[in-house]
């Protein structure tokens, strides 16, 4: 069962990815907010997939923590607006965009934790504060989306759009699978 649905979650993402840049390879003005929102979808839709799965690990060996469930629910309601975004890029890149930011920005203000399952401390605390850095930029895409919406500098804004999400992907997999190596797990 959870096969199918993993299975039906990554075929939303994929279909959502593809539909961005097929509709939106030209005017070349717009070409990197689509390269860098269909970038961001193939993340979050792996992400999505990482966070349920976590949260499936960590409910079976910690049963009885009640942060799980939020969380859970947190999750959900971050990937359907994630999906939401996506599509509604197909027919308004710029709105789309900004709806996607604006889930992440959702998630990181209302998740209060982050999982690890496997390690010695699966649940862990994780507020505002220590996700102020990726609020910081998350706010900084905004501005920038908001910007090419807006006719302002379009083609360095789409550049630059597109240049924050692949040094985001490029920071998120170094570290991540440094300290992940590190710490006895494994790498993404």
Same mark, same amino acid.
């Given at each position: $069962?959870?096969?199918?649905?993993? +299975? ?21 003005? +717009? ?27 960590? !409910?079976?060996?910690?049963? !009885? ?16 607006? =994630? ?14 965009? +900004? ?21 010695? =401390?699966?649940?862990?605390? $994780? +507020?505002?504060? =220590? ?25 360095? $804004? ?17 570290? !991540?699978? !440094? ?6 797990? =494994?790498?993404?």
């Amino acid at each position: $069962m959870r096969t199918a649905l993993d +299975g039906c979650l990554g075929v939303l993402f994929a279909i959502a990815a593809l539909g961005i840049l097929g509709w939106h390879l030209q005017p070349l003005d +717009g070409l990197g907010v689509a390269l860098a929102l269909t970038f961001l979808c193939i993340e979050q839709g792996r992400m999505a997939l990482v966070d349920l799965n976590n949260i499936h690990q960590v !409910t079976n060996d910690c049963p !009885t923590d009640g942060r799980v469930r939020p969380f859970y629910r947190v999750t959900i309601i971050t990937i359907a607006l =994630e999906l939401i975004g996506f599509y509604l890029a197909w027919y308004q890149l710029g709105l789309g965009t +900004g709806f996607v930011l604006l889930s992440q920005v959702f998630f990181n203000t209302a998740a209060k934790i982050q999982l690890y399952p496997g390690s010695l =401390e699966p649940i862990q605390s $994780m +507020g505002v504060k =220590e996700r102020s850095p990726v609020l910081l930029i998350d706010a900084l895409a905004f501005g920038v989306i908001a910007l090419w919406q807006i006719g302002q500098f379009r083609q360095a $804004m789409s550049a630059l759009l597109l240049v924050m999400v692949l040094t985001y992907l490029a920071v998120k997999y170094l570290t !991540t699978s !440094t300290a992940a190596v590190a710490n006895g797990g =494994e790498s993404p």
